[in-house]
């Protein structure tokens, strides 16, 4: 089988493709024909060394959102049936931590997340494979999971309604996007911000309500003053993007984080937070119901994903340098 892995650390170019095992299929999985993959920052991350993998986990295949069709199943699935087309919610859970019983269940305790879906086929837990409906893609799908499944967790934990008004710092990135255009689909109003003017642009098709360009964290609070009060900052930035977003939220907002692309710390006024009421709450992916809430969406056209490019899988590498270079907005898939 065919697959494209990391055969060293670093950059794009130590993405090649191999002949890898043929997956064999456990008793609880199914065989998954992949038909999309997209690359998200966390396999970047991987790739660069900066995040557990290690050189001796070589060669590696990652690729954590996958969408395709069920071409083998093992003797104890009964959820699937071989023809089926189908998403992964990628999430590994451990099935028996109290976070796992009581939900939900993106805080289990050994959380992790699945990786092989740059090649041409993928043994998955089949208990988390999402049903597709049949007038949604298999790229537009494959763009689903990880950057949605976070935005639309992140809403929730920020208990955004209709009418609320919600800052999305780097709002053209992948989490960004889909925050964006489920935003819209709440009714609430977005502030985008964004260091490009031409990706700003591209924001207003996917209901943007406001679009600043902002150079720095410190430009923030001046950016947007004309726009408060604001009730929600979705902060998939982290670092100096955390103060700056905890300064500019109303009395009793909220600020929900997931990323560090901008850095793991932050000062933040105590003061300010407590005295203002203000909240700051971590999250990580979401849960296998958000990710069928928003295959609904995409199902009842409100809103399409965003794909910049496909790719073959010999051109997973170039997918990478894509990435790297950020001169894009929507997701890279590779459809091996």
């Given at each position: 089988m065919r697959a494209a892995a990391f055969t060293g650390l670093g950059g794009p170019s130590n993405v090649e493709v191999i002949d890898a095992p043929e997956p064999t299929v456990a008793a609880d999985q199914a065989l998954v024909r992949v038909r999309g993959a997209a690359l998200n920052r966390h396999d970047l991350l991987y790739l660069q060394g900066d995040f557990r993998l290690r050189e001796e986990h070589l060669p590696f295949v990652s690729g954590v959102d996958v969408a395709g069709e069920v071409i083998d199943i093992g003797t104890d699935v009964d959820s699937v049936s071989v023809g089926d087309r189908v998403v992964l919610s990628p999430m590994q859970t451990c099935g028996k931590c109290?976070?796992?019983?009581?939900?939900?269940?993106?805080?289990?305790?050994?959380?992790?997340?699945?990786?092989?879906?740059?090649?041409?086929?993928?043994?998955?837990?089949?208990?988390?494979?999402?049903?597709?409906?049949?007038?949604?893609?298999?790229?537009?799908?494959?763009?689903?999971?990880?950057?949605?499944?976070?935005?639309?967790?992140?809403?929730?934990?920020?208990?955004?309604?209709?009418?609320?008004?919600?800052?999305?710092?780097?709002?053209?990135?992948?989490?960004?996007?889909?925050?964006?255009?489920?935003?819209?689909?709440?009714?609430?109003?977005?502030?985008?911000?964004?260091?490009?003017?031409?990706?700003?642009?591209?924001?207003?098709?996917?209901?943007?309500?406001?679009?600043?360009?902002?150079?720095?964290?410190?430009?923030?609070?001046?950016?947007?003053?004309?726009?408060?009060?604001?009730?929600?900052?979705?902060?998939?930035?982290?670092?100096?993007?955390?103060?700056?977003?905890?300064?500019?939220?109303?009395?009793?907002?909220?600020?929900?984080?997931?990323?560090?692309?901008?850095?793991?710390?932050?000062?933040?006024?105590?003061?300010?937070?407590?005295?203002?009421?203000?909240?700051?709450?971590?999250?990580?992916?979401?849960?296998?119901?958000?990710?069928?809430?928003v295959v609904e969406f995409v199902e009842n056209n409100r809103f399409e994903p965003p794909v910049h490019a496909t790719y073959e899988l010999e051109e997973t590498g170039r997918a990478f340098a894509d990435m790297v270079s950020r001169d894009f907005v929507g997701k890279l898939v590779v459809t091996p």
């Open positions: 109290k976070f796992c019983r009581d939900g939900p269940e993106n805080l289990c305790e050994h959380y992790g997340l699945f990786h092989g879906g740059f090649a041409e086929r993928a043994a998955v837990d089949a208990s988390r494979l999402v049903p597709l409906p049949a007038d949604v893609d298999f790229v537009s799908a494959a763009a689903l999971p990880v950057a949605y499944m976070t935005a639309w967790q992140m809403l929730r934990r920020a208990g955004v309604a209709a009418g609320d008004t919600v800052l999305v710092p780097g709002a053209t990135g992948g989490v960004g996007v889909a925050a964006v255009q489920l935003i819209d689909t709440l009714g609430a109003r977005s502030i985008c911000t964004s260091t490009s003017e031409s990706k700003l642009e591209r924001l207003e098709e996917f209901g943007a309500d406001y679009r600043l360009r902002v150079e720095a964290p410190d430009a923030l609070e001046d950016a947007v003053a004309g726009l408060r009060p604001i009730d929600a900052v979705l902060n998939h930035l982290g670092g100096a993007f955390t103060a700056a977003g905890v300064s500019v939220l109303r009395r009793g907002g909220r600020m929900v984080i997931c990323g560090r692309t901008a850095g793991r710390h932050s000062t933040i006024d105590t003061q300010d937070l407590f005295l203002e009421h203000k909240r700051i709450v971590g999250s990580t992916m979401g849960t296998q119901a958000d990710l069928e809430r």
